[in-house]
């Protein structure tokens, strides 16, 4: 998906030969690897593996795990697996197998369940799903049974020989076999800009083409040398960095002159993540660093640490690494490098701090050594030591002063550390870059580094006093692996309603056999990407189109004027406005499209839309941030005021009163589906295969885009690969930019979003700028909130939670007073859209936000606050719904109870006590969730065919991972009282669904199972006289049959239209505890513990709602902690765009403990079948990381700062 190693969706196994009939097996991630240096390797992807019939034993247990949602991620969660088991065999450890999947993202499931059956693989396991010896074999889609490595069919999906078509496609491919022959190569070639290819895999960081050559090294012997003699390691410049792990490691054990070897190995398993370290080599990555200052390279720090000589050719000369960077490296090779011993009186340590737990390049990286003499209680420094840093500064590579400074001195002595410290900070002068993080947090970083090492090689000498030792570990070196318990009600009598079974797609998911819009390939097929603006908001003079018109390949260019409709891909709804399709006269933010090419492949309509040339004048600064805009007074027309009560006098009458202000930020969806359509031109109009979550809209913008009448047009999706919000409108963008290029061209054409176009040209979560004041009493009790809310609409606020924000602002606290304001910003930025619980996100993170203030004021514990304000049954809440027996009370003290939180309030504050850097905090938030589903209309067909009675249902939800296909089968089985092998659901289809909502607001797969049931009733009013005709215990395919023989109709359709009298149909309520620890010199945080209870209502289908509560609750983390999107404050670019700089959760970035739990016996009378929603709520509430970490901070801040700077109180 992301075509640049981060995401893991293309993670294939690979068998490479290594010379003498042998193979080395590692996985390794497709979309960096060129076809053509595959020659000769056995490749296994997801579909070698097994199939639904014969899935293999990872894939079986992957579907048994529940372990896919949308499905994307799945096949590169198989075969990272497959990898790691055929690598570790038997000896494979929980914690190996958690960290193998860090290159895999899964944006839905919160990765639980897939560690879950990736365990069952382990040594640790308690009781292995197989026999591991199987499990590293494939199944034979013959046969049924596993592979025996030979097949005797020409057609076998192995050893097939690269085609020749790939070599005749590419560019010069060279592939020298000795370094001889390589530099006779260079001396003979006219390459201008060669790729040296080792593992490709530097093309997912930098892409320095176009390139007029490949010259592959793999075949240079001499480069994949390790080996050590007299003292010294030589290591060839192609080994890869798995393999140079691998190697120091074992010679860090065996060799005490190699210990040091360890910290090297530690620092280089932090770089990217498997797949790529498997591929790439360090000699790769140290050329990287030469061409690019600013590469944040872990090789190149743990070279310098180490004292390593590098070697280049042709002339073998051999560098220091930071003569090597300064080298002009044309026409040369980087060759070998060496490596010496050290004795034990030289400490070492290497340090790399990231956004997230791995797959990021650092913050800053360290490598540190130092020679140490201990003289009683002295520990001095003899020699000069390495200091040396990465990204801080293209040219700064080591702390010269601080190193002189060091030597001679005795680090044991308090004043003499604290010089250095100082002398530290002074020369730490980090470049400020817009994209990462800020110059002052990184200097303190280096320092703090630095003072880590420092109190390390202390401890060696037992001199650090144990409360400071808290200083010494590292979360990422000491993390245990991650544990968690699932507790959910079923109700037996009412199966297969309520009973625990997988999504019914999840076979299909994990053998690779599913099909996604983005897979659909046919003959004639052309491929349209956007040409973008490269410019900040202004008037657009000229668009050249000429150039990408004239490359080989492409078919066409469309600019506004060939839009024979309206240039807008906007729906119809009365209250939408519309928003260009392609900017015409006006760019309105850097980066919008102006154009789509149509061309015969997505790389030359990706290439050529480069060539697009726009110009523009009267260019102004963007305004990119809320703030900005109030200052600016930019707003579109905003809601009224919601005022309850008489808030003024309440805040006269309050005897306390605290403001303040904070802003919450963006969040990119990151579906791992980028956004996409697939249009074919018919005899009548255009039939489409659309990534949306609302068909109807997709269908508006279609025919209002073309001209053509809607009835012409069907839009059809089977499944989308994840949405969270961004299908909804957004993906009108490229169906609409998709069904013009096949109206215009008359011929079938693709779509498919780059992830970088994806993240540049769609908008995400809408930030917010939020001022407050609340009034209480002594004791806490809600008197008036006064909130401004300003909501960063972007260039158009078609998408504004704010009318629905009062639903859920007040949470579960009752407060007789208010005024709410709301004002949605006109900034220049794409207009930002509906996210996972868009609105609620924002609300409840204030309301919470609010009430840990006043708890804070007050100095009482948050929660003690939080009961005290507590609706009650029958209260009316904000939006003037009356509430129906809410089971907040009853949830806050289970989960109090369960979670043993004051146990563990006071062990964290012994904790604290004992620790001096590492500082742990807890939190409880509560959540009340509104659920409003008025207007959210679906309708179902249900047809049963003869012959079997096998049952086929059309429903109006769309698939987007969240489980409302298997949700519908459960109770459309349940209604007609039939086993579920019966029901098949079928993709979703204009025809058969028109005029349906969307797939959003968490209550589409309970609708739909309401429009379901309807339908299934009306079968049945006319099945059942049939039925009762039959003799008792007829089969369900007799009853069929007997009803067709009366000329029963067997389809049926029903239009569900909801009906609350209330705005709120019914609340649902939660509460989750979060424990954090975090590490006071680095600022990283490491999340302990989550206990979830949930009040599910009777779940539908319990563990698809348990998943969707960890895929919630996991987003939510990763909007709170790693992800941030950057715009450029001058021009409003998107600095963000890539899985470089976006860092969305791993799998070791989830909770050490994790423990979550639907409510038991809480029917839910209002909903439907007694359930209710879950998808969105819990992502609510996990705004606890946030006020968790903020209780660790303060108790640092209690130890030191408040007797410097006061109570402190956070503005953010
Ligand atoms: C998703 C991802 C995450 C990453 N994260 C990190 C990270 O956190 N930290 C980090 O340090 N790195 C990171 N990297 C970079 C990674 O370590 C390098 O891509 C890899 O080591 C390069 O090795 P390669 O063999 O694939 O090089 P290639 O891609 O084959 O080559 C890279 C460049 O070096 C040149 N080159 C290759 N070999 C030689 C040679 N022997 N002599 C001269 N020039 C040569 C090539 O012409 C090309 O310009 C990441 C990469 C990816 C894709
Ligand atoms: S890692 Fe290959 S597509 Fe993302
Ligand atoms: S199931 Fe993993 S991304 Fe959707």
């Known amino acids: 998906m992301c075509r640049e190693g981060g995401c893991g969706v293309c993670i294939v196994h690979a068998a490479v030969p290594t010379g003498n009939g042998k193979f080395q097996e590692r996985s390794i991630n497709s979309c960096l690897c060129p076809i053509l240096s595959c020659d000769g390797w056995e490749i296994t992807t997801v579909e070698g593996l097994g199939d639904q019939k014969n899935p293999h034993p990872i894939q079986k247990q992957l579907t048994e795990h529940s372990g896919s949602q949308c499905g994307y991620c799945t096949p590169g969660m198989v075969m990272t697996m497959y990898s790691t088991i055929r690598k570790e065999g038997k000896s494979l450890t929980a914690t190996q197998a958690e960290s193998a999947l860090d290159g895999n993202i899964c944006r839905c499931t919160g990765y639980r369940p897939i560690l879950d059956a990736f365990k069952e693989f382990t040594n640790e396991s308690a009781s292995p799903a197989c026999d591991i010896e199987d499990v590293s074999k494939r199944i034979c889609s013959k046969t049924g049974k596993q592979c025996n ?8 999906n192995y050893f097939r020989p690269l085609v020749e078509v790939a070599r005749a496609a590419a560019r010069p ?43 592959s090294l793999r075949g240079i012997r001499e480069m994949f040398v390790t080996d050590k003699k007299d003292g010294v390691i030589t290591i060839g410049s192609g080994v890869s960095l798995t393999d140079m792990i691998d190697f120091f490691k074992s010679e860090a054990q065996t060799d005490p002159g190699f210990a040091h070897l360890e910290h090297f190995a530690r620092l280089i398993s932090k770089t990217a993540h498997p797949a790529v370290r498997n591929a790439g080599s360090w000699g790769g990555n140290l050329a990287m660093r030469n061409r690019h200052k600013e590469f944040p390279s872990d090789t190149f720090i743990a070279l310098v640490m180490c004292d390593a000589s590098v070697f280049v050719g042709p002339d073998e000369k051999s560098y220091t690494p930071e003569e090597f960077v300064n080298l002009d490296l044309k026409n040369k090779i980087v060759t070998k490098l060496t490596l010496k011993q050290f004795d034990k009186s030289h400490v070492f340590r290497t340090f790399k701090i990231m956004p997230r737990s791995a797959n990021s390049h650092a913050y800053v990286n360290a490598g540190f050594r130092a020679k140490l003499l201990n003289e009683g209680n002295q520990l001095v420094i003899v020699d000069r030591p390495v200091l040396a840093y990465g990204n801080i500064a293209e040219e700064f590579i080591r702390a010269s002063n601080t190193e002189e400074f060091l030597i ?37 970083l280096a320092v703090n580094l630095f003072y880590k090492f420092g109190l390390q090689a202390l401890d060696l000498h037992s001199l650090v006093d144990l409360k400071y030792k808290s200083a010494i570990t590292s979360f990422d070196e000491e993390r245990p692996v991650s544990k968690g318990t699932q507790s959910y009600p079923t109700v037996e009598k009412n199966w297969p309603v309520t009973k625990p079974i997988p999504k019914l797609e999840s076979v299909v998911q994990c053998t690779g056999e599913a ?18 603006c490269l410019h900040g908001p202004g008037k657009i003079v000229s668009i050249d189109t000429s150039r990408a018109m004239a490359v080989p390949g492409v078919v066409r ?25 392609l900017a015409s006269d006006e760019c309105l933010y850097f980066e919008q499209p102006v154009a789509v090419i149509v061309a015969v492949s997505k790389t030359i309509a990706e290439e050529a839309a480069k060539l697009v040339k726009v110009e523009c004048k009267d260019v102004r600064p963007a305004v990119v941030s809320c703030k900005e805009a109030v200052v600016r007074e930019a707003f579109y027309e905003s809601p009224e005021d919601l005022v309850v009560g008489d808030v003024d006098k309440a805040f006269q009458k309050a005897k306390n009163k605290v403001m303040g202000e904070f802003e919450i930020g963006t969040q990119a969806h990151f579906h791992m589906e980028t956004q996409v359509c697939v249009v074919i031109p018919t005899e009548d109009g255009l039939n489409a295969e659309a990534g949306t979550q609302w068909i109807d809209h997709t269908q508006d913008c279609m025919a209002k ?24 409108t957004r993906n009108n963008i490229i169906s609409a930019a998709c069904a013009l290029a096949a109206y215009v061209t008359r011929r079938p054409v693709k779509m498919h979003t780059s992830l970088w176009d994806n993240m540049k040209v769609i908008g995400k979560r809408l930030a917010n700028y939020v001022k407050y004041e609340v009034g209480f009493d002594e004791n806490g009790k809600l008197e008036g909130i006064k909130i401004n809310f300003y909501a960063n609409n972007g260039i158009a606020a078609n998408d504004s939670p704010f009318g629905e924000i009062k639903k859920w602002i007040d949470s579960g606290y009752k407060c007789p007073s208010w005024k709410l304001s709301m004002k949605c910003c006109k900034t220049n930025i794409p207009a930002n859209t509906w996210c996972r619980a868009p609105g609620s996100t924002e609300a409840i993170y204030t309301i919470e936000h609010i009430m840990e203030h006043v708890a804070h004021y007050l100095q009482k514990p948050p929660i003690e606050v939080k009961q005290l304000n507590y609706y009650n ?56 969730y509104g659920v409003a589903w008025n207007g959210f209309n679906y309708s179902c067909l249900i047809a049963i065919f003869r012959n079997g009675g096998y049952v086929a249902v059309v429903h109006g ?24 092998k019966y029901i098949m659901i079928q993709s979703t289809q204009a025809i058969i669904t028109a005029n349906n909502m969307t797939t959003g607001g968490s209550v589409t797969s309970e609708l739909a199972c309401m429009a379901a049931i309807q339908c299934a009733k009306k079968l049945m009013e006319v099945i059942n006289p049939i039925k009762k005709k039959q003799q008792d215990g007829a089969e369900w395919g007799a009853i069929v049959e007997a009803c067709y023989d009366a000329g029963v109709d067997l389809t049926a359709r029903y239009w569900h239209v909801p009906a609350s009298p209330d705005t709120i149909q019914y609340s649902t309520y939660g509460a989750t505890v979060t424990e954090v620890e975090i590490d006071v010199l680095t600022g990283e945080h490491q999340i302990n513990r989550v206990d979830v209870l949930y009040d599910c209502g009777e779940s539908l289908s319990p563990i698809i709602d348990i998943g969707q509560v960890e895929g919630a609750i996991i987003m939510g983390l990763g909007y709170y902690t790693s992800e941030e999107v950057i715009y450029d404050e001058g021009t409003g670019q998107n600095l963000t765009p890539s899985t470089w700089k976006y860092k969305p959760p791993l799998a070791r970035d989830i909770p050490l403990e994790w423990n979550v739990k639907l409510l038991h016996d809480a029917p839910n009378p209002l909903g439907v079948l007694r359930s209710k929603v879950s998808a969105e709520p819990p992502l609510d509430m996990s705004c606890s990381v946030v006020f968790a970490i903020r209780d660790a901070i303060s108790a640092s801040h209690a130890e030191w700062a408040t007797r410097r700077l006061g109570l402190i109180w956070f503005v953010q």
């Open 705 to 728: 885009v073309t001209g053509l009448n809607k009835n012409a047009i069907n839009v059809s999706v089977k499944r989308n690969g994840g949405g969270f919000g961004a299908k909804i």
């Open 557 to 581: 260019v469309l600019t506004a004027k060939d839009i024979p409709g309206v240039n807008s891909f906007s729906g119809c709804l009365p209250s939408e406005k519309d928003e260009e399709l």
């Open 173 to 215: 491919w060279y592939r020298p076999t000795s370094l001889a022959d390589l530099y006779k190569l260079l001396e003979s070639s006219t390459l201008k800009n060669p790729y040296y290819v080792c593992g490709h895999t530097g093309i997912g960081v930098y892409d320095d083409g176009p390139y007029d050559g490949f010259i």
């Open 408 to 444: 001679g001195k005795n680090l044991a002595d308090n004043d003499t550390f604290q010089r250095a410290l100082t002398t530290l900070a002074q020369e730490i002068q980090p470049a400020e870059d817009k994209s990462e993080a800020s110059p002052a947090y990184k200097r303190a």
């Open 957 to 980: 939800g769309i698939e987007i991972g969240q489980g409302v296909n298997t949700k519908v089968a459960q109770c459309v089985a349940a209604e007609l009282g039939i086993d579920m």
């Open 873 to 928: 049954d029958g209260d009316k809440v904000l939006d003037g719904s009356k509430l129906h027996k809410p089971t907040l009370k009853e949830i806050t003290k289970q989960l109090l109870d369960s979670s043993e939180y004051d146990k563990r309030v006071q062990a964290a504050r012994e904790f604290n006590t004992t620790n001096r850097w590492k500082k742990r905090g807890l939190t409880i938030v509560p959540m009340r």
């Open 515 to 532: 099909r996604y819009i983005s897979d659909i390939e046919q003959e004639g097929l052309l491929h349209a990407a956007f040409a973008l």
């Open 149 to 156: 490595g030979v097949c005797d069919d020409n057609g076998s």
